[in-house]
């Protein structure tokens, strides 16, 4: 399956991705919360678009927060 940069399933991916860079083998909903902060303070800073898009791509970044951490209503979960 073709994951569109910016739709939620993308930021699914980069968060799983950015926890794997962090060798993270469990991933706690604080951890996900830190990881959502250092992306969105990426897409905010340091990439340049359209500011409409830049809404909907933090929208779609909340959205995929807010997947993982009801994907994982348990404490922990592994990273695969």
Do not use: W
């Not at 992306?39 to 909907?56: A, G, P």
């Amino acid at each position: 399956m073709k994951v569109v940069f910016g739709s939620i399933e993308y930021f699914e991916r980069e968060m799983m991705s950015f926890a794997k860079r962090k060798s993270l083998i469990t991933l706690s909903s604080n951890q996900v919360m830190e990881i959502h902060a250092e992306i969105k303070d990426e897409l905010m800073n340091d990439f340049i678009c359209d500011v409409e898009i830049k809404k909907e791509c933090v929208n779609n970044l909340n959205l995929a927060s807010e997947r993982l951490l009801n994907k994982y209503k348990t404490q922990l979960c592994q990273v695969r």
